[in-house]
Structure formats: structure tokens, C-alpha cells
């Protein structure tokens, strides 16, 4: 579970050493990122006609997406115009300052918050005429909450993940417990099975939470800050795990963080959302060298160094 | 197959027997001394003989038949109603003080009662405790409080349609509970002496009012709300860790919660219209279920929570009785009973 044991040249700090690595997909370097004013752009110059992903349905694609809420019947939009998608098998990184809308996006991609204009599609199918049910099938989330667990042992919590294909009695089969150790083994918490969930360290329980996701046994996994509270080793083995989940798995993992240098290294695809609540997308390396970072986080007292790939800081150094 | 279940750590039904059969023999125990005490003791044996269709004695056969029978019935809905409604509302609204109280069902009941003795023309002329009630009209007093609670229902139903966050449903029925109570108290406040003692009466709650014409009224509400609930219980499951996950995992969060707010109200509803605002009960037995099973498992917690109930009311019923001329009012009874039972529970498994 330490980075070393992951083989990915990505885990190599600093940028210039993963920009090759990004580079062997060159189908991934969309023309209309490579330049600043596009990077920044959420226009539809993201998605150029002649991208050759074109041709693949992606996991979850969004059109001229608004998001926000509505206050008594007016709506409130916090960022307008996002066009996006995450492809299967990718690890897609969403960073952002405080308060630009990760969550709201992140909860509206989830089908949790009805989007304010534009559309979502999963799998190529208007997410407005998937039911809660079917939905349940296509994308699993772990949302950054209050966990209330009561007596349920860390398996049991994992079981929630068979809920949309068990019946009203609940009834585990042989398939759903064996999609349950598989998930707990894939975590590495299989020896936690018969533990009490609320026994369990934040690192542990985040992991168990992940497992669950993936004991649903969905295209699409969405982690809500998964490294919120954790310390930096279990940081980076949730990183392994995003990774593994998306190239291993075949999952198309959406995951919002504030950890950018892990992002950065890991992630196939970065969203971010600048405080002015423009989104832009694009490879993490190019999004790195077009100040795009920079200009959403836009603190006075630090930068962001693209040589390195971590903030800095402007004062005495 | 208990081997593979028992190895994954998902084993409801292991945690499920003990207490099942515990209780339930528990709870067989109480009927029959439920039945033998009373204004006239029975002997423990001559219950069973009764009951076995041949009485020692012609008279003990027909107090069991004519009033025993019909309390103990009377005593095991309404434990097994409240039980299973404080579970439904505890793990729905995530709170472990939730109660049939507290989305103000049974204010609103009381309202209906209140309404009903103090603005209705009939004044009963008895004053003793219960024997004031029949003199009113029974199945009067118990239209009042469904026509009370019922609405109630209605209001948190409206409202819970309405808000997002179902902290705030609770909320909004503690508070239209305030509202109903402050409406009672008025109307207390400005009755005639006579009325006020009879409506006090009400308050402090019977099992000894339904007779078999009701019963089967009764039993109708409490099977009904409780058939609904077990239904349920993956969302109920869910629900305990939290609404967005639920909606997460394919469960139609809406559409579930009318189904269990209208099961509560009926389990509530139906209780309090038939014994009157029944307190402590359905806030106690789901904690002394969770305790016993130590399991987060509805379709466990719902049956055991029942049984719980069902315990408790015996227990107070029992000791209501046991006077022998004039019963104690049931309602302080249980707060009596309930509360070092369920602190000592809590005190000898303090591990979550």
C-alpha cells in the first residue's frame, strides 16, 4: 500500500517527470486545453469535435451545467456553463479554493441536487430520466459526512453497498457477500469484517466507506474529499487506492480534494473551479503550466510553483 | 451456511434469537400474571386452567373472558405499538430522544380529547379516575383523538414534503407539539373543575377502557402500522446512517419517509386514541432493544423493540393492578419502571 509498491511512474514528485508519463496517452492532450485562455475557458473548446475521445461514451458527461440552488423559487447559480466528462478507467481530480462550488458540483453530478441549467448524462443517457434506483447501479458515491453507525459492524456497513440489488427483505446472496470481501480485500480491511464501524481510526473508516462504494459495484465512483482529516501516509494510500479503482477496476473516479499536489501527480484529468466559480478542465501538467491554479486559488501571500508542482510561498524565503 | 454469514461479520439473526426468546418468554410470563392480578386475584394455575377453556370457578372465568383478556390484549398493542413507532422516528430523525411525542401526535390526540370534553355539551356527572370515561362515550373520546392526531399528521406531512432536512421536520413537530399543548392548557385553564379532572384522567393513560368490540380497531391500527414499518426497514437501515447516503444507494428518500412518518402516526396515533398519551414508552423500549441485540439491523431491531414494549407496559399494567381496589395511573408507572432499567442497561455496556 506505500507508493513504492504502486509501479506508475506518476508516483515520481514534481511535474516534469509527469508529463511524460501523460504524454503516452497523448489521445488525452486535447488541443483546446494546451492554451492558457482555453485551460481557463469552461467554453465548449474543451471538447473539440475532432478529439479522437469522442468516439467512447463517456461515463458522465455535463453540457452547459449550472449549478447552485434555488432560493424561494429564484434560482441562485454559483458557476454557469461547465461542460465536462469523465472517461472510464480515469482518475479525475476536482481542486478548487474554499467555498467555489467542489461539493455543489460534485453533489449536482450525483443527481443529490437538481442542476439549474443544462444537462448530465451518465453512460450516454439523460441522468433526468434515470431513476433513483437505476442510478444507484450506475454511480456510487462517498460524501464527506457525519457518519452515524450505531452497532454496525464494519461489513455490515460495507452491505449497504449490495442495497440496490438486494430485495425488500434484504437478503444478502452468495454473489453479494462474496462482492463484499471482495471489496473489503480490495481496501486491504478484509480483517476488519466483524469489527464495529465506530471502532474504526477516520483513515480506517474512509477506506471502509470506499469499499462500500465499490461493493455497489458502479461505473462511476465520486469521493468527496477522501483525505479530509486524514494524516499524510493514509493521504497517499487513498490516492493508491483512487488510482487502482480507475485503472484497475475500469472506474471512472471523480474525486474532489484539496490536496493538489497529490492530484497533480495522480490524477488523469483535472477540473478545477477558480473563485470566481469558472471551471475549466484539462491534463494536470497543462493545467499546471497555465497559471490556471494560481489564478483560482489567487492568495496574495503565496504561488504556485509549476516547476515543482507545490505552493509556495511569496515572503521570506 | 450460519458459518459463511457468522465469517463476514453480517449475521443479523445471530444476535437475534437470544433476546427474541428471552422476551418472548418474558413477556408470556407478565400475560399471565397480568391476568391474575386485579380488584380479584386469580391463582396462577386457575389462569391457566381459564385460559385452558376450563375455570375452577364460574366467576373467575368470566372476569379473564370480560375484562382481563381484552387489557392484557389491549396492554400488548399498545407496548408493541409505541415501541415500534419511537424506533421508527429515533433512527428516521437520527435522534436517540425522538418519540411518538415528539412530531406532537400525541398533543395533537390531547387536542382532539381536550376539545371534545371541554367544549362538548355531555358532561359526565361520576368523577373517579377512569369511571368518569365510559360516561362520555368511549368510542367518542377515541374519534376525538385520531381526528386530533390525524391532523397533526397531516401538518408534519405537509411540512416534511416541503424541507430537505428532516432535523427540521423534527423540529417543526416539537414545535406545532408546543403549540397543541399551549392550545390544551388554555382550554384547561378556562374549564369547569369537573371537566379538568376528567380530561387529568385521560392524561395519565389506561389500558383497562377497550373492550372486544374495539379490539379488533386496535389490533387493525397497530398491525397495519406495524406491517408498514417492516416493509421498510432498508430505508430505516439507511436512514440511521444518514438521508444523502440513503439516496445514494438507490432509496427514494422522499417516498419513504411519508411511508414511515404515516406508519409512526398510525402506530402513535392509534395507541394514544385507544389508552390515552401513553409517555416514556416509546422513547425507552427501542433503547433497550439496541442494547439487548447491540445490532443496527431493522428488520431485527423493529421485532425486538416490539417485544421490549410489550415488557414494559406488562410490567406496568402489573403494577398498576396490584393495589387491587383502584388501579394507579399507568403513565408515571412506566417512567417509574422504565428508567433505572434502561440506565442500568446503559451502564452495564457502555462500549458503543
Known sequence: ?317 | MTDTLSSTGIDARERLWLPLAGLAAAAAVLSLIDIAVGSVRIPLAAVWQTLAGSPPREEWGTIVHIFRLPKLLTTILAGAGLASAGLILQSMFRNPLAGPDSLGIGAGASIGVALLMFMGGTAGSSSTLIGSLPSLGYLLLVIAASLGAGAILIIILFIARRIEQVVTVLIMGILVGYLASSIVSLLVYFGAPQKVQMYLAWTYGSFGGVTWKEIPWFAGAVISGFALALCDTKALNAFLVGERFAATIGIRVSAARTRLLLASAVLAGGVTAFCGPIAFLGIAAPHAARLLTRSAEHRVLLPVSALSGICFALLADILSSLPGKGMLPVNPLLALIGAPLIISLFLRKTEP
Open chain 1, 1 to 317: 500500500m506505500t507508493p513504492t509498491q504502486n509501479q506508475s511512474p506518476r508516483h515520481v514528485p514534481g511535474i516534469p517527470d509527469i508529463a511524460p508519463a501523460n504524454a503516452d496517452s497523448s489521445a488525452r492532450m486535447r488541443p483546446g486545453t494546451a492554451g492558457l485562455p482555453a485551460a481557463h475557458s469552461s467554453a465548449g473548446a474543451v471538447f473539440p469535435a475532432s478529439s479522437p475521445q469522442q468516439s467512447a461514451v463517456p461515463a458522465i458527461a455535463a453540457i452547459g451545467l449550472s449549478i447552485g440552488w434555488k432560493q424561494r423559487g429564484a434560482p441562485a447559480i454559483l458557476s454557469s456553463g461547465i461542460n465536462l466528462r469523465a472517461q472510464q478507467g480515469h482518475l479525475t481530480a476536482l481542486v478548487g479554493p474554499n467555498g467555489a462550488g467542489k461539493s455543489t458540483l460534485l453533489r449536482t453530478l450525483a443527481g443529490l441536487q437538481p442542476p439549474l441549467a443544462g444537462s448530465i448524462s451518465l453512460a450516454g443517457r439523460d441522468m433526468a430520466h434515470i431513476e433513483v434506483e437505476e442510478r444507484a447501479n450506475l454511480l456510487a458515491c462517498v460524501f464527506n459526512e457525519r457518519i452515524e453507525s450505531g452497532y454496525l459492524t464494519v461489513a455490515e456497513f460495507v452491505a449497504f453497498g449490495r442495497y440496490p440489488y438486494t430485495n425488500a427483505r434484504n437478503h444478502l446472496s452468495a454473489e453479494d457477500r462474496r462482492q463484499i470481501a471482495d471489496a473489503l480485500a480490495l481496501v486491504g480491511m478484509s480483517g476488519f469484517a466483524r469489527r464495529s464501524f465506530a471502532s474504526l481510526s477516520d483513515g480506517e473508516r474512509q477506506k471502509v466507506q470506499i469499499a462500500r462504494a465499490v461493493a455497489q459495484n458502479t461505473p462511476i465512483l465520486m469521493l468527496d474529499e477522501p483525505t479530509a482529516f486524514l494524516d499524510a501516509p493514509s493521504r497517499i494510500e487513498i490516492f493508491d487506492l483512487a488510482q487502482r479503482l480507475a485503472r484497475q477496476s475500469h472506474k471512472a473516479v471523480i474525486l474532489c480534494t484539496h490536496e493538489i499536489e497529490l492530484a497533480l501527480r495522480s490524477a488523469d484529468e483535472l477540473w478545477i473551479l477558480d473563485r470566481t466559480h469558472h471551471f475549466a478542465a484539462g491534463a494536470p501538467f497543462v493545467i499546471a503550466r497555465s497559471g490556471a491554479i494560481d489564478r483560482a486559488f489567487n492568495l496574495p501571500g503565496v504561488y504556485f510553483d509549476s516547476q515543482s508542482g507545490t505552493f509556495r510561498s511569496r515572503g521570506i524565503h
